[in-house]
Structures are given as structure tokens and as C-alpha cells.
């Protein structure tokens, strides 16, 4: 079992970046697949980003491609999003989360372990 905490979200204005960070409890984090999701106001949770336990496959949705990355330092249990040319649009609470596999996904539906979340709001 892993534990998540997501932090690293706040006020940015449009175009500014922002780094969230999840950290994971346990000793074999390097073993989990890990995901970004958000949640804006209204919306339902949508996929953001995932990567692989090993880092060597990542997918992005095509709302964030070339502007967010996802990286992964197993020796810290941490995983970081990298949010860079922001725009109002991505105001969410953003989630990340884990699976025990080597693979990446982007359903949420495949991921066993969520954090509680990380608000990001970002002004016009």
C-alpha cells in the first residue's frame, strides 16, 4: 500500500509555472505507476499526465503536451509535475496517483491509490 500527498499548488498568474510534487509513503515506490489528474470547478476529473515506474514511458494530454512534464525521482518516492506556460483553463484541483505496475495508464479507473489533492488557480 502506498500513501500520497500532493503539494506545490496556488495562485500563479497566466503564463507563470508552478512544480507539484507527490510524495509517497512505503519502500517500493519505484514499483508504481504514477498519474497527474484535475478536477476543475464543474468538471469531471480528467487525465493530465503518467509515467512509468521506471520513468521511460510518459503520456500527456493533449491539453498540457509541450508545456507540463512529468518526472520521477524513485531514490525521493517523489514525483513531480513541471507546469509551465499556464492558462487560466488549467484551474483545478490536481491529484495524483499510483498503481502497482510497470506500465503507465490514463484512466483513472486503472489507479488504486489517490492523494488528496492540490489546488492550482491560475489568474487572467
Known amino acids: 500500500q502506498v500513501h500520497l500527498v500532493e503539494s506545490g499548488g496556488g495562485l500563479v498568474q497566466a503564463g507563470g509555472s508552478l512544480r507539484l510534487s507527490c510524495a509517497a509513503s512505503g519502500r517500493t515506490f519505484n514499483r508504481y505507476a504514477m498519474g497527474w489528474f484535475r478536477q476543475g470547478p464543474g468538471t469531471e476529473r480528467q487525465f493530465v499526465a503518467a509515467?512509468?515506474?521506471?520513468?521511460?514511458?510518459?503520456n500527456y494530454a493533449d491539453s498540457v503536451k509541450g508545456r507540463f512534464t512529468l518526472s520521477r525521482a524513485n531514490a525521493k518516492n517523489t514525483a513531480y509535475l513541471q507546469m509551465n506556460s499556464l492558462k487560466p483553463e488549467d484551474t483545478a484541483v490536481y491529484y495524483c496517483a499510483a498503481k502497482y505496475s510497470s506500465s503507465s495508464y490514463v484512466s483513472e479507473l486503472d489507479y488504486d491509490y489517490w492523494g488528496q489533492g492540490t489546488q492550482v488557480t491560475v489568474s487572467s
Open positions: 509515467i512509468s515506474w521506471s520513468g521511460g514511458n510518459t
